[in-house]
């Protein structure tokens, strides 16, 4: 089940030091450069399609010297969304050596946030920021045991020097 999330909530659920959105807009994009890094919007790409689950390699925006250096070492990203059988609403944004996945990478900055729904009202959400690491997780736990139609929206940043960042939207139910 889909649901409509007015700007004004979303501002209330991410935090200002990590994220803005614009209040009247919800397609407004994510301020990147409240991240820190300093990289403009045209390095950077909004995924917004809610599916539980989606894949990402940035391509590289630094100059022509350093294309080669960082060309061997692109990480590719993974951001998903589910509801567990007990009803617990996670997303986990996660950092690879390349698309096997079989080996973490750090990056600068990755984060998730979850925003979690029971029987289309509100429960709750969490975030989980991390610098220099390959994998952040926030989860809430909608109490509805295995009762209800509980549903979490995800929403995702991957920021690394040298490389397009990344904003995906994540749902799962």
């Known amino acids: 089940m889909k ?3 007015s700007g004004a909530l979303i501002a209330l659920m991410l935090s200002a030091s990590s994220f ?3 209040d009247t807009d919800i397609n407004q994009a994510i301020d990147i450069n409240s991240l ?3 990289q403009s919007t045209e390095n950077a790409v909004f ?7 989606k894949e990402f390699s940035p ?7 350093s294309i080669s250096a960082l060309a061997s070492t692109a990480p590719h990203w ?3 969304s589910e ?3 007990l009803g617990i609403g996670s997303s986990t944004s996660e950092s690879w050596t390349d698309n096997s996945k079989s080996k973490r990478k750090n990056i600068d900055h990755l984060g998730a946030r979850s925003v979690v729904y029971l029987n289309q009202g509100y429960v709750g959400t969490d975030s989980d920021h991390k610098y220099n690491d390959s994998q952040a997780r ?15 929206y995800g929403y995702h940043a991957f920021d690394h020097t040298g490389y397009t960042s990344w904003f995906p939207d994540t749902y799962g139910d």
Request: proline letters at 2%; aromatic letters at 10%; glycine letters at 12%.
């Open 78 to 80: 993974t951001a998903h």
């Open 59 to 65: 391509s590289i925006t630094g100059d022509l010297e």
């Open 36 to 38: 820190g890094y300093g």
């Open 138 to 152: 926030s989860h809430i736990d909608s109490n509805s045991g295995i009762f209800g139609d509980v549903e979490v």
């Open 20 to 22: 803005a959105f614009a």
């Open 47 to 53: 995924d917004t399609e809610k599916i539980p689950y």
């Open 3 to 5: 649901k409509v999330v």
């Open 83 to 85: 509801v567990s059988t």
